[in-house]
């Protein structure tokens, strides 16, 4: 009796499959709309029991997580198509779209690229990369809403500060109260003060302070005892700008008096005064060539001397016949002055005019660019980076990116000393001008002279 009602329920089981393969052929050929007519009639016929397993897996195939069923390398290749902040609410659906999110590198790398951040290929850790974009998010809000950075004094001199120069943390200032003084930017702590004449300029290493000065003398100083170990005599103007290497041991001056000198720096002597400046000479810059072109090789030594017009470039090295190899400007009648600041990398020439912001290819000498910011005129060059510039007018600190030539923050200064030669406020650290990478966006932004003598400085504000 068994064995016979096994058999029947096999035979309806094969007349069931058979009458399901013949609705299937016919379901499959009709129209959607016919199909979802049919669906309707049959939920309409069905009980509880058929209608908790229709709902149980209906969300099983609505729902499929495909992520967690993709290759991990097309999951990457997907989500580089969705732009940051959606991903970002995206990492919020489930701990495993959260892992899988966080490690897609690549997305992370571009959306910092993007905010001008720089990347650092070596570091291998998947889940660094989105640490990096959160905490660059966020420098960049700051950047946008004006609170970036913050301001101190230093306090010190009882005359005019005139001449400014920052190197590692450390600012230099020199007075007309006839002294110069060593500050700890991250501190506001005096290292040194060392008894000087008046300081039109200063630049300063370990050992070493060489200074230009209103005298129209120059003067090289040691830090430690305060000794004055060499005095360069021989300009008839005041000395507004000074560089100098120790690799070459040469020194280099411009002066009120339209020249520049070269020196011997150890031994104090001239070995050449180069002439062709018709107005001071407001900037000086010793730099090694990184192009190569008709004039010059990677490597060679590079002078720039810069006035109210003009900025000259000279070979140095070639002392006793130094002629100089080309006469920049950007108005051939003299009717657009420079800023007396300029930038030059070994690879570009940067000043600011009244017309905007210069750029120069320093293999060719062409024009890269100019750029220019309608809202604003009369920005002056601070520093100049491969992604932001830093700039100012009588009122703000502007940064500008480069890639898109719009300013994207700004910061009230106060009522600070005017200068026409320039060397009255400076920028401090230069690294992030590159693109910042979350550790060089600290120390000092800005610094210049106040008319109460002392030195305002604007920083960066700690990540918050």
């Not at 309707?40 to 209608?51: E, K």
């Not at 506001?188 to 008894?195: A, E, L, M, S, T």
């Not at 005298?215 to 360069?232: K, L, M, P």
Request: proline fraction near 2%.
């Amino acid at each position: 009796m068994e064995t016979g009602k096994f058999f029947h329920n096999l035979m309806e089981r094969k007349d069931f499959e058979t009458w399901l393969d013949n609705i299937s052929v016919t379901f499959l050929s009709l129209t959607d709309l016919q199909k979802n007519e049919t669906l309707d009639h049959l939920i309409s016929l069905s009980g509880a029991v058929q209608l908790r397993h229709l709902s149980n897996n209906l969300e099983t195939l609505l729902k499929r997580d495909f992520l967690k069923l993709l290759p991990l390398e097309l999951s990457f290749y997907l989500l580089k198509w969705l732009d940051p902040q959606t991903l970002l609410t995206c990492c919020l659906v489930s701990k495993q779209w959260n892992k899988v999110i966080s490690a897609c590198t690549e997305v992370w790398q571009t959306a910092c690229k993007s905010l001008g951040w720089q990347i650092d290929d070596s570091v291998q850790d998947a889940l660094h990369w989105k640490k990096v974009y959160l905490k660059a998010i966020l420098r960049m809000k700051q950047l946008e809403d004006h609170e970036a950075f913050e301001t101190s004094s230093l306090i010190g001199h009882s005359a005019r500060v005139y001449a400014l120069y920052y190197k590692d943390g450390l600012l230099c200032t020199g007075s007309d109260d006839l002294s110069a003084k060593l500050w700890d930017v991250s501190t506001g702590q005096c290292v040194y003060g060392i008894q000087t004449h008046t300081c039109a300029a200063v630049k300063f290493d370990e050992q070493k302070l060489v200074t230009g000065s209103f005298d129209n003398t120059v003067a090289c100083w040691e830090w430690s005892s305060g000794a004055r170990t060499q005095h360069f005599r021989g300009h008839t103007g005041a000395v507004f700008s000074v560089d100098y290497n120790d690799e070459l041991d040469i020194l280099v001056s411009g002066s009120a008096d339209f020249t520049v000198k070269v020196w011997a720096l150890s031994a104090g002597t001239c070995l050449n005064t180069l002439t062709g400046h018709t107005e001071w000479v407001t900037k000086v810059v010793l730099q090694k060539c990184k192009v190569k072109s008709l004039l010059h090789s990677p490597g060679d030594y590079i002078l720039l001397s810069a006035d109210k017009y003009e900025i000259k470039i000279w070979p140095i090295g070639r002392e006793i016949n130094c002629k100089c190899l080309k006469t920049l400007s950007v108005s051939e009648d003299r009717s657009i002055c420079l800023q007396p600041r300029l930038h030059f990398d070994g690879k570009y020439i940067v000043c600011s005019s009244a017309l905007g912001l210069y750029q120069w290819d320093f293999a060719s000498y062409d024009i890269l660019r100019v750029i220019k910011t309608p809202e604003i005129a009369n920005l002056a060059l601070l520093g100049f980076g491969d992604i932001f510039a830093l700039l100012f007018d009588n009122r703000y600190l502007y940064i500008l990116d480069l890639r898109t030539e719009s300013l994207i923050s700004r910061w009230p200064l106060p009522e600070y000393r005017k200068s026409k030669r320039g060397s009255s406020f400076l920028a401090g650290e230069a690294s992030w001008l590159n693109g910042l990478d979350g550790h060089n966006d600290t120390g000092l932004v800005f610094a210049t002279s106040m008319p109460d003598h002392s030195i305002h400085l604007v920083l960066w504000k700690e990540h918050g």
